[in-house]
């Protein structure tokens, strides 16, 4: 009962793994094809339910190691870091942030100019999210053409080395390049709004306000709404479109003194989506090419001659030759199968003619043939 409970709970993470990587793809790609907020806000709510699901289900794995007194080998050799790193750090640094300023109805978190590039990290952040695909390795029982050990865990281990240092190159990237400044898209686009701000400002003191902002809002093609102590002197839409179209994300908030500027930013948006949509795609056909590619290949190269080779040192009527590809003649692996080929079968067969005293066929291994 406990191990079809276990089984059970195993499949639900699988499902759930599945169907969080579609939320990901999907996430991105509404605001790259341009959605309405309304359902790219599911899609957040629905990024929400899965870091707190993933969260749970960390806490419980390493609390229940922890109490058989095997945290470490959960954490190091059973991967638990990719269970870690797949959800706390997703619930509170992404999902959670956004799905408070859905509720409370501000853009705090995704609007001030300052934060910019603390955003940026945090959307690298949102990367490690691939990193659930690699938990499907850790499920996984067999992997196609073979059953060896050896092979699962080579496979398993190429893999995830491969695609977390991947990710963590993207994320290293990111942090470092928020840290010291580097000049990106969003820097571009601050400066720009900045500039023409402070040019805004300037000519609100030598001409009247309505020509300022009439200027303004026809040379800022990105700006959406003036406030000047809090009343509103310009806006380029309707509320209820802001309703329909916007979410917090979508919109970058200065403050000065007397006023008060919003600014379409769903353009970086789109430009960070492609991105993360292409980083998604990497990783999901390199994790393919593994699997559907190198893991038969690896069967076929290291595991099927070794498999031969230990039948024919444990097996007395086993006298199978291990078949070398030219291609492939120099590895070390074939040239031990030359040597068992060549040496140990032929001493095998005399050992065991010796014994026997005569050949080991005859005419009655044949009769079927004449039936």
């Given amino acids: 009962m406990q191990s079809k409970i276990k089984n059970f709970v195993e499949s639900i993470v699988v499902v759930a793994i599945f169907l969080v990587l579609i939320q990901t793809f999907l996430e991105d790609y509404a605001v790259l094809a341009g959605w309405s907020w309304d359902f790219r806000k599911i899609l957040i709510f629905t990024g ?3 870091d707190l699901f993933f969260s749970i289900e960390f806490l419980i794995r390493i609390f229940s190691a922890l109490m058989k007194g095997k945290g470490s080998a959960y954490f190091l050799e ?6 870690f790193l797949a959800s706390i ?3 509170v640094l992404n999902s959670g ?3 408070f300023a859905i509720i409370t109805g501000n853009g705090f978190f995704f609007g001030m100019g300052g934060l910019l590039n603390i955003l940026k990290i945090v959307k690298a952040i949102r990367i490690a999210r691939i990193l659930r695909l690699l938990r499907i390795l850790k499920i996984f029982r067999q992997i196609k053409h073979t059953g060896s050990v050896m092979a699962q865990r080579h496979i398993a281990k190429i893999t995830t080395l491969s695609i977390t240092s991947f990710v963590f190159t993207l994320l290293v990237f990111s942090i470092f390049s928020g840290l010291i400044s580097l000049p990106s898209a969003e820097d571009k686009f601050i400066n720009h709004q900045i500039a023409s701000i402070s040019n805004f400002l300037d000519n609100i003191k030598s001409e009247n306000q309505s020509l300022s902002v009439a200027n303004f809002s026809d040379y800022e093609a990105d700006l959406l709404i003036i406030k000047n102590n809090g009343t509103t002197i310009f806006t380029r839409y309707d509320n209820p479109f802001y309703s329909t179209v916007y979410g917090p994300g979508d919109f970058q908030y200065f403050k000065t003194t007397e006023y008060e ?3 379409d930013v769903r353009e970086l948006a789109q430009i960070q989506a492609t991105s993360s949509i292409l980083f998604f ?5 390199s994790v393919l090419v593994f699997l559907i590619y190198y893991s038969p290949h690896f069967a076929m190269t290291i595991t099927d001659p070794i498999h031969v080779m230990k039948r024919g040192f444990l097996e007395s009527d086993y006298n199978l030759e291990v ?12 040239k031990l199968g030359a040597l068992y080929n060549d040496n140990y079968l032929p001493l095998k067969v005399r ?4 014994s026997s005293g005569h050949t080991r066929l005859s005419i009655d291994d044949f009769e079927d043939l004449f039936k």
Avoid: C
């Fill in 97 to 99: 942030p956004a799905f």
């Fill in 261 to 263: 500027f919003f600014f």
């Fill in 89 to 91: 750090p997703l619930l």
């Fill in 281 to 285: 795609l990497v990783v999901v056909m």
């Fill in 323 to 334: 078949e070398i590809p030219q291609l492939y003649q120099n590895d070390d692996i074939y």
């Fill in 48 to 50: 929400l339910g899965f």
């Fill in 78 to 83: 059973g991967k638990g870091w990719i269970d």
């Fill in 351 to 354: 050992e065991t003619d010796t």
